[in-house]
């Protein structure tokens, strides 16, 4: 018995260089697909930083109340001072540590302990942005406000928007006040390490936010808040300490 050659057109001398001329042609296209997502990813981390405030401006109109969402002690001082200024008619400070008491709070802005002790809720069940979300949008209903100045770092205020866009009804108006944190080098962030990790950091975060609410249709029933809130119940809500 003769065996074919690979002259005569069979598997063993074309359809080895068929795979293999396939297997080149898709390796190039993963390849293409890897470049085309890394300068997306890229493009969309230079938009995302270019939209990250670099100086402090006081909010463009006053609303109902102001939510400060916790993660440094520039922020309190920044809400208090918008309450003191007429900016809001009452303030929730969101996701305060256990440990942290409204005493402590006041000794830390000496001079407007009679707002803190007035005018101000301090929210200890938020424990990531989805439930800050969460809690303002409880606070504001419960106060029947419509409208919250935000105040939170530069860096964080996208992921906040967004996930407050989401939480709220379609015709309650946030009013943004970005707080510019002190040590950090945002107009030539390219040159510190620091900042360009945490803005790298930040920029994947806003990105699995953004596509978790485009399947999510309530914080509230969000596994991910779940998750993220280490096995505490989202869900269920207690008064604030007023």
């Known amino acids: 018995m003769k065996l074919r050659t690979a002259d005569a057109g069979d598997w063993t001398g074309e359809a080895p260089a068929r795979r293999g001329g396939w297997m080149r042609t898709a390796g190039l296209g993963v390849l293409a697909l890897g470049a ?130 989401h939480a709220l009804a379609a015709n309650d108006r946030i009013v943004p006040h970005p707080v510019v944190p002190e040590g950090f080098d945002f107009s030539a962030w390219w040159r510190h390490p620091s900042a360009a990790r945490l803005l790298a950091s930040e920029y994947v975060k806003f990105l699995v936010a953004w596509m978790r609410i485009r399947i999510e249709t309530d914080p509230e029933g969000s596994r991910a808040a779940y998750l993220m809130s280490r096995g505490h119940p989202v869900k269920v809500a207690g008064p604030l300490e007023r």
């Open 36 to 165: 085309a997502a890394a300068l997306a990813l890229g493009a969309g981390f230079l938009v995302f930083v270019a939209d990250v405030a670099r100086t402090e401006q006081r909010p463009s109109a006053r609303a109902d109340g102001i939510v400060a969402l916790t993660g440094g002690a520039q922020r309190i001082e920044d809400a208090i001072d918008l309450l003191a200024g007429g900016y809001g008619r009452r303030l929730l400070i969101s996701g305060v540590n256990e440990r942290t008491s409204r005493d402590e709070i006041a000794r830390l802005n000496p001079g407007q302990h009679h707002l803190i002790a007035c005018c101000v809720d301090l929210d200890y069940r938020a424990r990531n942005t989805i439930g800050n979300a969460i809690e303002t949008r409880r606070w504001m209903r419960d106060n029947g406000f419509r409208s919250v100045a935000v105040v939170t770092s530069n860096y964080h205020m996208p992921r906040t928007l967004l996930e407050l866009d």
